[in-house]
């Protein structure tokens, strides 16, 4: 839910000339990828009708343009980096 209620702070920030248009490009970028995964999509799915229809357009335009990810293991992949760390700070 946080991601949605940052991106339509930045939407809208970016409609009011609050936010250039660098900016806005990061943020789009950022919400891409939050859209390749499964979960933010779900989750977006399930609430985006209690948004505006323009920020509805905005996001739906986002996640289409989105690929889902495969799901990875953050964990597993966390402890593999600190393993390869580890091994660089020994040699």
């Known amino acids: 839910m946080a991601h949605i209620s940052h991106a339509e ?3 809208y920030q970016h409609q009011d000339g609050l936010l250039n248009d660098a900016a806005f490009e990061t943020f789009v970028g950022a919400l891409k990828g939050w859209f390749r995964s499964s979960g933010i999509r779900a989750v977006w799915k ?3 009708n209690a ?6 357009e905005f996001m739906d335009k986002a996640c ?3 690929r889902i990810a495969q799901p990875i293991d ?3 992949q ?3 980096d600190i393993a390869a760390e580890k091994v660089l700070a020994s040699a």
């Open 9 to 11: 702070d930045s939407f």
């Open 46 to 48: 399930g609430i985006r």
């Open 51 to 56: 948004y505006p229809r323009d920020f509805v």
């Open 64 to 66: 289409a343009e989105a």
């Open 74 to 76: 953050t964990l597993a």
């Open 78 to 80: 966390w402890e593999a």
